[in-house]
């Protein structure tokens, strides 16, 4: 039997700046398997087809032709209709990278008409100065873009974001009804651009089984709307879904209504489940040996796992396929003013993972039993490097964005060294935990490979509820962490909770004060209030009794079933301190108020701060272990090999013998001067390090090299100004 055409899809919305990688993951791996696949994204197929002026006139429109009650702030921009009209499309193509020289209009004239979202821009010579023109334009088009999503959604479409759609009707969905009713009413104007678009697709394709990724509950109902079309329209079109909103919210799915739109649901990682159904739909493969599949049988919704098949090894998935992803269409934005903050919207980045799952698998916060997380596996760096040269070669970007859970010490050690010795050049950031292996070499060896950001999970900041939360680090540790991250020039990024259970007020304003401190010592540039949410696959949603907070709801449903409602007795009002929590750190983020007594970010009376007011700088100045107890450590130089140079010159009438070794590297070149035997050591060691097939070397086997006639010990070696040069150019202890 023939194999079946594929279409891929993202329903809106998730990033302008770059696709969400699942559907690339899933076309590279099926067509290493002989199908043919298309993917689209219709995330930003759709925002660029409202936002052009054909688009915005249709917008208008029907705006004017709706009974709306418009806002002061909508009726304006209805005014400057024609404004918007004339600007747009020079706008996009400005995000789109496609005409900078737009930037000095944007930034120093009239040129965008602005609503409210331009109230915001006091600070916005501060930020860029003089000199960042495109950076500043680029910051304005972004409101006005913002101006229009509001004008849209208070009009025309409720559900419009540019980063998620209709959320609210998948968020906690334990009933089915509120996208039921939805989906049941007339498509709004929005929906039907959604519907054009796919039937170009369709017409184009011709598949016969399409596939949605639904990462997020704000693409499940554009997800289901485009379902809805293919069922009324090609009914012989199979239909599946996957992704994370279905690997979270639906894993006790009972709803049949939901299979009106889609045929099947699957589970976890989709390469597996997905192959199955396909040779199910070629007559090649039993329906009761699916994987991790929900299909409606005779009425009722089964969960159907009879396949004997271990899941796709993580070194097998191959690597993403980003061909017919409109690449050079993206918009880069930026909606807030920090240097990090900006890297999740602005710029084109492959997305890629180092390792499946995460190698931590213990906070109580997380949904740490499921397969995404629980499931550690590692790929080796030579083929993560081989991996990432392909992207390249297909894409042209040499950006990439590391999305694991949190990314492996270890494996990222590897990567940086396999990617130095390869000279692959590329930018990378991604996820990782604050713990104590990233030394500050390993930041300085990470820093050379082409990392410039990482985020990071400090949560609660307390070492009580760190400890409950069994994150396995320390208030200490996450400074001494993000300061050897920020001395080697790569930009930190901090995730924060409040409301854990058990937290106090007390604790809450503690939490403030060291997140304070590390803002005030430059350790981390940006920051992420999160509420703790209790979900139904973490420790704490599993046992909610352990962690001293009640499970109060939802009622059980056919449907979702992930964020659980809890009451927390023994803390505090958690959502009295959201928005002065949220207050201070945007301000923290722009250098501003540091030195404001905490009660400043709030309306009502808090508590005195109990933590010291010097725990962060006090930390950060304790000293690291001697080199000369870290025998076991790797060595590695990032540097070139230095050309010597003997001389010779007589002392109490002996002839001593000396050396220079000179150092050409990119930024500075630098001498040492050193005893010849000492320097012809050196230099032979250091050709060895850079060698194209440089060998593992500790500390101990290099000590094993050592001269034997030296003037010096190797411990005595270990404290001199020439190791401390060297150790200060780039020789690395890993």
Not at 246 to 264: A, G, M, V
């Amino acid at each position: 039997m023939k194999k079946p055409t594929i279409l891929l899809i993202t329903p809106p919305l998730t990033q302008l700046n770059t696709p969400y990688p699942a559907t690339a993951y899933i076309k590279g791996f099926l067509s290493g398997q002989g199908y043919s696949v298309t993917q689209a994204d219709f995330g930003i197929e759709l925002v660029l087809r409202m936002f052009t002026k054909a688009g915005l006139t249709r917008i208008f429109e029907a705006v004017e032709a709706g009974d709306f009650e418009l806002s002061d702030n909508s009726r304006r921009i209805v005014r400057l209709k024609r404004e918007y009209l004339h600007t747009i499309e020079p706008v996009i193509r400005f995000l789109q990278n496609k005409d900078t020289t737009l930037a000095q209009q944007i930034s120093y004239s009239r040129y965008l008409p602005e609503a409210s979202r331009f109230d915001q821009v006091e600070d916005i010579d501060w930020a860029f100065g003089s000199m960042g023109i495109t950076d500043r334009a680029r910051y304005l088009a972004t409101l006005y873009l913002e101006d229009l999503g509001d004008l849209i959604k208070e009009t025309i479409c409720p559900y419009f974001a540019f980063s998620r759609y209709a959320e609210k009707l998948a968020l906690s969905a334990t009933s089915f009804d509120p996208l039921e009713e939805s989906l049941q009413t007339e498509p709004n104007l929005v929906d039907r651009m959604l519907l054009e678009l796919l039937e170009e697709r369709l017409q184009e394709v011709q598949p016969d089984v399409v596939g949605f990724s639904i990462p997020f509950p704000g693409n499940l109902y554009g997800g289901l709307r485009l379902a809805q079309y293919i069922k009324a329209n090609y009914p012989h079109i199979h239909t599946l879904m996957g992704g994370g909103y279905p690997n979270t919210e639906l894993r006790t799915l009972r709803e049949p209504r939901l299979f009106k739109y889609i045929d099947f649901v699957t589970l976890d990682d989709g390469e597996g489940p997905w192959l199955k159904l396909l040779e199910y739909l070629q007559g090649e493969r039993q329906v009761d040996l699916l994987q991790r599949t929900f299909m409606l049988q005779d009425g009722q919704v089964d969960y159907i796992n009879g396949c004997l098949d271990k899941d796709i090894p993580h070194t097998e998935v191959g690597t993403p396929d980003y061909s017919d992803l409109p690449l050079q269409e993206y918009l880069s934005v930026i909606d807030v003013i920090n240097p990090m903050h900006r890297l999740w919207s602005d710029g084109r980045w492959n997305k890629l993972t180092v390792a499946h799952g995460c190698y931590w698998k213990r906070c109580s916060f997380c949904d740490i039993t499921l397969d995404y997380i629980s499931r550690y596996e590692t790929a080796p760096a030579t083929l993560l490097v081989d991996r990432i040269e392909q992207i390249i070669s297909q894409t042209g970007q040499t950006g990439f964005h590391f999305v694991d859970e949190a990314a492996p010490p270890a494996a990222l050690r590897d990567l940086a060294i396999e990617l130095l010795r390869r000279g692959v050049k590329i930018t990378w950031w991604g996820n990782i935990r604050f713990e104590k292996t990233f030394s500050p070499d390993l930041c300085r060896l990470l820093a050379a490979s082409g990392c410039i950001a990482v985020s990071g999970g400090l949560e609660v900041a307390s070492d009580r509820l760190l400890d409950l939360m069994k994150k396995g680090v320390s208030i200490a540790q996450v400074a001494r962490v993000t300061d050897g991250f920020t001395q080697a020039g790569i930009m930190v990024h901090a995730y924060l909770m409040y409301g854990f259970p058990t937290q106090t007020a007390q604790e809450t304003i503690d939490s403030l004060e060291v997140v304070r401190q590390l803002f005030l010592n430059g350790v981390i540039q940006s920051g992420y209030w999160h509420r703790f949410s209790m979900t139904a696959h973490s420790p704490v949603g599993k046992h909610p009794e352990k962690f001293g907070v009640v499970k109060v709801g939802p009622p059980e449903g056919d449907f979702a079933n992930n964020d659980l409602w809890h009451d927390d007795p023994q803390g505090t009002d958690h959502e009295l301190f959201g928005p002065g929590l949220a207050k201070a750190l945007y301000n923290f983020m722009h250098g501003v108020g540091l030195e404001e007594p905490l009660s400043f970010w709030f309306d009502f009376k808090v508590p005195r701060v109990t933590t010291d007011r010097n725990l962060i700088a006090k930390a950060i100045q304790e000293p690291a272990k001697p080199d000369s107890e870290r025998k076991l450590a790797r060595v590695f130089w990032l540097g070139n090999v230095p050309e010597i140079d003997f001389m010779m010159y007589a002392k109490k009438g002996q002839t001593i013998e000396r050396c220079v070794l000179t150092f050409y590297e990119k930024a500075e070149d630098f001498q040492i001067k050193t005893t010849a035997n000492i320097g012809q050591w050196l230099l032979e060691q250091l050709t060895l390090l850079t060698s194209e097939e440089a060998p593992a070397m500790t500390l101990k086997q290099l000590e094993e090299t050592y001269p034997l006639d030296a003037h010096l010990s190797f411990s005595e070696f270990l404290a001199s100004p020439v190791w401390f040069e060297l150790r200060e150019k780039g020789l690395l202890l890993l």
